[in-house]
């Protein structure tokens, strides 16, 4: 589910005046008649259908496309862990920080709908431009299947972020709130079915997208050069926006649409402001103390915008803490998903990549809601328990924490099963018989046996010291001593195929291939000059008995071309890889059998992927978990405190958390440098831990208001003071309509 999002979402933007007079000013005449005919269905306005389908086409949009991102980032630009990370957050929290500026443009400018249009438009070419970034061939001149001006492509899907951060988090104060002025005054049961279902939209597009996209990016596409179908991926999520963009420009004569009426956000900025001002001016002792700081702005603001903002900032404060809790959540998109790739997917008859693993909090999501309302909540009310929303919120920050508890658990498995690489003063070495007799190789503990167009069976391992001592014998011929051509803390192969006949590669492969990749490389035992391609990628001029570099695949079977003037046209030059999983590497020999023509043999170099990609199930059951009972409760929470015309203020703080959270891992990620994975998991568990102890204490002193309580006294105060406003009395239709 979207960071931030809920069922609370949408309602915290409704009703955002109070007195009558801004209220019929508010609506033009044009709108309230529109509103008298606007046709329904099943008692809803019919307007609202189109801003449903508009949300889903729209969440689809987002997810789809940011599921792929960590993955982009990583396998076609290239980055590392680290700055892919750093990028991929700060993508996210200027998402959750352009809402502000979109809530402003609403408010005092453009008004809700021409907003949500001229930043939809904004949003769908920032989606267009990000798939044209991804185009492989758009810099491939010389059609090798590697872009040849990758600061191009960098520069492009920079641009099309920064597009999309500005449309979705621009609308994304506006469509919640503007489906919720379609609905007439006592529509106040339709009007909560709505948000329900505007809530269900958020998830379903959330949850298609990212299982759809993923599958698109393992398609391979290209003209000249076949790869990972990025700009398919993408396209399908830009044509999905444009969509959502054209529906809901269709129901525009159908809407209700509210003039703006002034930026509440501004006005209270501005009481702020001035009481700070105001204190400083009378800080003397001379001046008497007044009861709560922002009583200082009594000389330029009423009483009752005061009052407001006081309740404002009592919540404000207790989001001081909250964006820990976003620093951990939004990681389910970058570093969970790294935690995946060096993983197996394969789960039953199931293939799951690793960016498909994120649908697991969407389909717990849609699960959990339900089942902790209508369960866990009702059970725990009748065990006595005062399950408080801030309590809720504290018990939900402890399951995140948890959730990477579990994650750094994992991490420290899957690095149990990492294969052991020499160290710096260490060498490995395989061996390969390429010949057509039996060989013996002799380490200096050990003898091997090798017959023909056969490998040993693992990589020897050797001091500096100890390479000497390396000798190949052949029947009937002396033993070979090995010259000690070996670079340290690399591993090599050893290629023999004749007495005195022999040569030493370094595989330049010295880690477990990255991001779930398969490396495959060549040794040509057939002879002469080899080109290779293996869906689309080629091997030039493999020469004789020497062996190619690794080149990097995603799972599955692949094809495998040979070509050389050595190949009869009537030999069989076409054959398929062994099914790759995940995270292997393999060397495929290339020889001549009997009858001229040429023929592979395969061998391990570095196996799969053994931990299962399920295993990461728990950590996410644990993140939803705490996901429900703190985003949804806290929103739920913020628009219970919040004054009815300053909900939306509050909601933009809400969403000022999530970006700070991003940041936070920004930071982390950026400054922490960790050897170990599993040690950047715990410190994030442990800084949410301290996190949620203070938050727990903050929560302890907070007193729960009532604010249509405390308004309605004011109301009654006014009344006292001012005879009945006549407008409002003579104007009952208007009101009605709103």
């Not at 329904?40 to 086409?57: A, M």
């Not at 620093?327 to 790739?341: C, E, I, K, V, Y």
């Not at 062996?547 to 990097?552: I, P, V």
């Amino acid at each position: 589910m979207a960071s931030g999002e809920g069922p609370g979402g949408g309602r915290s933007y409704v009703d955002n005046t109070s007195d009558c007079q801004e209220k019929s000013e508010g609506l033009s005449l044009d709108s309230a008649e529109r509103m008298s005919t606007t046709p329904s269905l099943f008692g809803y306005p019919l307007s609202i259908f189109f801003i449903v389908v508009n949300e889903f086409c729209e969440r689809f949009s987002y997810y789809g496309m940011r599921a792929l991102l960590i993955l982009y980032f990583t396998q076609f630009i290239g980055w590392d862990d680290n700055l892919a990370t750093a990028i991929y957050h700060t993508f996210v929290a200027l998402c959750y920080l352009t809402p502000i500026l979109g809530a402003l443009i609403a408010d005092s400018w453009l008004g809700k709908f021409k907003t949500i249009v001229s930043l939809s438009i904004v949003y769908t070419i920032g989606q267009a431009v990000t798939a044209v970034s991804s185009i492989n061939d758009l810099s491939d001149f010389d059609h090798n299947g590697v872009p040849d001006n990758l600061p191009l492509h960098v520069a492009l899907s920079m641009i099309g972020l920064a597009l999309i951060a500005l449309g979705t988090g621009g609308i994304k104060p506006c469509v919640s709130a503007f489906g919720g002025d379609q609905f007439a005054e006592g529509q106040e049961k339709q009007r909560n079915r709505f948000f329900s279902i505007f809530y269900l939209a958020i998830n379903a597009g959330s949850l298609l997208s990212t299982i759809v996209t993923p599958i698109l990016r393992v398609q391979e596409c290209g003209i000249h050069s076949k790869q990972a179908c990025y700009p398919l991926a993408f396209g399908v999520p830009a044509a999905l926006m444009a969509v959502a963009l054209i529906v809901f420009v269709i129901g525009s004569r159908m809407y209700r649409k509210v003039q703006p009426q002034g930026n509440i956000m501004g006005k209270v900025v501005n009481c702020i402001g001035f009481a700070i001002k105001n204190r400083f001016r009378h800080r003397s002792k001379e001046f008497p103390q007044r009861e709560h700081w922002l009583d200082w702005a009594r000389e330029k603001y009423d009483e009752r915008l005061i009052s407001q903002i006081k309740m404002v900032t009592r919540v404000m404060f207790l989001y001081i803490p909250l964006p820990m809790f976003w620093a951990l959540f939004d990681q389910q998109g970058s570093r969970w998903t790294l935690q995946a790739t060096t993983m197996n997917g394969k789960i039953g008859i199931l293939e799951i990549q690793p960016d498909q693993m994120q649908t697991v909090n969407a389909i717990l999501i849609v699960i959990m809601v339900p089942i902790v309302d209508a369960v866990v909540y009702p059970l725990i009310a009748k065990c006595g328990f005062n399950f408080t929303s801030l309590k809720k919120m504290t018990v939900g920050m402890f399951l995140a924490s948890m959730a990477f508890v579990v994650a750094a658990i994992l991490q420290v498995e899957i690095d149990k099963t990492l294969p052991v690489f020499p160290k710096g003063n260490e060498v490995q070495i395989k061996v390969f018989n390429l010949g057509n007799n039996n060989m013996t190789v002799y380490f200096p503990k050990v003898m091997v046996d090798l017959g023909p167009m056969s490998e040993t069976q693992e990589f020897q391992t050797l001091n500096v010291d100890e390479l000497r001592s390396i000798n190949i014998s052949f029947p009937g011929s002396p033993s070979t001593p090995v010259t000690p051509d070996f670079e340290q803390g690399h591993r090599h192969s050893l290629l023999a195929w004749a007495p005195n006949q022999y040569r030493v590669v370094n595989d330049g492969l010295n880690q477990k291939p990255e991001k779930g990749q398969n490396g495959i490389r060549f040794i040509n035992a057939f002879g002469g000059s080899l080109n290779i391609t293996v869906n689309g990628k080629g091997y030039e001029y493999v020469t004789s008995y020497n062996a190619s570099q690794y080149q990097f695949f995603p799972s599955g079977i692949k094809n495998i071309t040979l070509s050389s003037a050595e190949i009869a046209t009537d030999c069989r030059n076409s054959f398929e890889s062994v099914n790759l999983g995940f995270g292997s590497a393999f060397t495929y020999v290339i020889f001549r059998k009997s009858d001229g023509c040429p023929d592979l043999k395969h061998s391990e170099d570095i196996p799969p992927n053994t931990v299962n990609m399920a295993l990461q199930i728990p950590q996410y059951f644990l993140m939803t978990c705490g996901e429900v009972v703190f985003s949804v409760t806290g929103l739920e929470f913020s628009y219970s405190q919040a004054p009815s015309n300053m909900k939306s203020v509050l909601q933009a703080g809400w969403l000022l958390t999530v970006a700070v959270g991003n940041i936070i891992v920004l930071i982390v990620a950026g400054a922490g440098q960790f050897n170990e994975q599993w040690a950047e998991y715990v410190l994030f568990a442990s800084l949410l831990l301290v996190v949620c102890i203070i938050f727990a204490i903050m929560a302890r002193f907070y007193t729960y208001i009532n604010p249509a309580e405390i308004e309605a006294q004011f109301d009654q105060d006014e009344k006292k003071k001012k005879p009945e406003n006549l407008y409002c009395t003579m104007n009952p239709v208007t009101q009605t309509y709103l």
